[in-house]
């Protein structure tokens, strides 16, 4: 079984402040790990992905994640927010198992505001 | 590229009615999933077919099926529509174990 939690349904930072968001996850067999961003009225897109390898993942538009295997968590961070930055963001796992089949199970969601 | 393409867009029902949500993807892809999202619960996987030929439950299966038509297409029916039916409900097809999910761009259902 897999699971993920999200620290804070909301996170509002200024522009140009640094991004944080919280992704904590728990997972029986080695994990894959995803972020996906929402903009409004659209669909998920992929920012970043961790399989194997370097624990530190750097994504698009400036993202980044690292792989903590000992705290089980897979947190998003981003050193200067922008405007355009603003949307939900979804933290996502996938278990390495045989019969995981791609399944991802994702966390909640924090809505990411940015004021100027 | 179209990647994967929902449709409809929005679709208003009411209560014991039934519908059916298209999904095609064009990427040649093994595994295809049916998702619904609610405010503050994220997505929930609804469905999933991991290869033509296959389909299996998710998380919350009740009151829908699937039919995976062929390796390009997975829809999703709702054969007696409740209000608790109400989502957004999003498709999505992988390589498989370890690859991204690439999504459509939702239906928007209302049931009344």
């Known amino acids: 079984a897999q699971s993920v939690t999200q620290l804070g349904s909301h996170v509002s930072v200024s522009e140009g402040a640094l991004v944080l968001l919280r992704c904590n996850y728990s997972s029986s067999v080695p994990p894959y790990l995803f972020w996906y961003v929402q903009y409004p009225n659209q669909g998920l897109q992929l920012l970043l992905k961790y399989t194997t390898g370097a624990t530190l993942v750097k994504g698009i538009n400036g993202f980044e994640a690292e792989f903590k295997k000992s705290e089980t968590s897979f947190h998003l961070t981003k050193p200067s927010a922008h405007m355009s930055d603003a949307a939900e963001y979804f933290c996502a796992v996938s278990g390495a198992g045989g019969t995981s089949y791609g399944k991802l199970t994702f966390g909640q969601g924090t809505i990411l505001t940015v004021h100027p | 590229n179209a990647g994967v393409t929902q449709t409809p867009k929005f679709q208003v029902l009411k209560t014991g009615q039934s519908m059916t949500l298209q999904c095609a993807q064009d990427m040649n892809h093994n595994s295809m999933y049916w998702y619904r999202q609610d405010p503050g619960m994220g997505l929930r996987l609804i469905y999933y077919s991991a290869s033509e030929g296959t389909t299996d439950k998710g998380e919350v299966p009740n009151g829908y099926n699937v039919s995976r038509l062929n390796k390009r297409e997975f829809s999703l029916r709702l054969e007696s529509a409740a209000p608790s039916q109400t989502s957004v409900y999003f498709c999505?097809?992988?390589?498989?174990?370890?690859?991204?999910?690439?999504f459509g761009n939702g239906t928007r259902l209302t049931v009344t």
């Open positions: 999505a097809s992988s390589d498989g174990m370890g690859s991204p999910l690439h």
